[in-house]
């Protein structure tokens, strides 16, 4: 099973995403980046195809059900992390992607596709880990990612709080918010921890069923409606 997610005790805080996938660094540098929404790319279910370097720093606002935020990243916290955060900004892929698992005080969790076909093609496409090198403190965004090495791929959590334990872990964040912090506090947060722990929706079945299992079984989640590289 590919079930990436935070567990919600301070003693075990483990965090799970879907899986990554290996990512190719060009050096050559990056052209600059599109200033307005990304639409989905027709390749989305091809990864191979996303393998541009980022920039040494960049910004992506989310426009999302609840609001706006902006994450500014920041290449050399995590150079891995980094390329494929801006390869799937760039592609569009965030449109229409749930915030599916929101757990008071401690983080908010999205990034599985709500097209089954394109999750499905990205499950196995992970990325190499990248040494932690800032903290899992509040507005801190970081990959999910399973107990083994190299299992990042496309879920990401934004910290609430300072999950400060979650360094140790290998959790390496490698943005933060800088604008809208108030509208990440507002994600609904109602279904709090998935399935089978919780009441909130079971990552297998998101990844086989997509947005057609979050909307008629979870109608209150709060989701991206596009992400926009910015200058």
């Known amino acids: 099973m590919n079930r990436r997610f935070l567990l919600p005790s301070l003693a075990a805080a483990f965090v799970a995403g879907l899986s990554s996938a290996a990512f190719a660094q ?13 639409a989905p790319s027709a390749s989305l279910a091809d990864p191979s195809k996303f393998t541009e370097k980022a920039p040494d720093s960049f910004k992506v606002k989310f426009d999302t059900s609840v609001g706006s935020f902006t994450i500014e990243v920041t290449r050399a916290l995590s150079p891995n992390g980094a390329d494929r955060f801006f390869n799937l900004a760039k592609s569009g892929f965030f449109t229409d992607v749930a915030f599916f698992r929101v757990i008071e005080g401690f983080m908010c969790q999205f990034g599985i596709h709500g097209n089954p076909k394109v ?14 090198k800032a903290s899992n403190t509040r507005g801190m965004v970081t990959f999910a990612k399973t107990g083994l090495p190299n299992s990042r791929s496309t879920q990401f959590f934004i910290n609430f709080g300072d999950n400060t334990q979650l360094d140790a872990m290998g959790f390496s964040p490698f943005g933060k918010i800088t604008e809208g912090m108030d509208v990440v506090d507002k994600i ?10 919780g009441n909130g929706p079971d990552q297998m079945r998101a990844q086989s069923e997509g947005n057609a299992y979050f909307k008629k079984e979870f109608p209150k989640l709060d989701y991206i409606k596009s992400a926009t590289l910015v200058k």
């Open 188 to 197: 609904y947060k109602g279904y709090g921890e998935g399935a089978p722990r």
């Open 119 to 132: 999750a499905t093609a990205w499950r196995t496409a992970n990325i190499q880990d990248d040494p932690v």
């Open 26 to 38: 060009a050096d050559a540098a990056a052209p600059a980046p599109d200033a307005k929404p990304a």
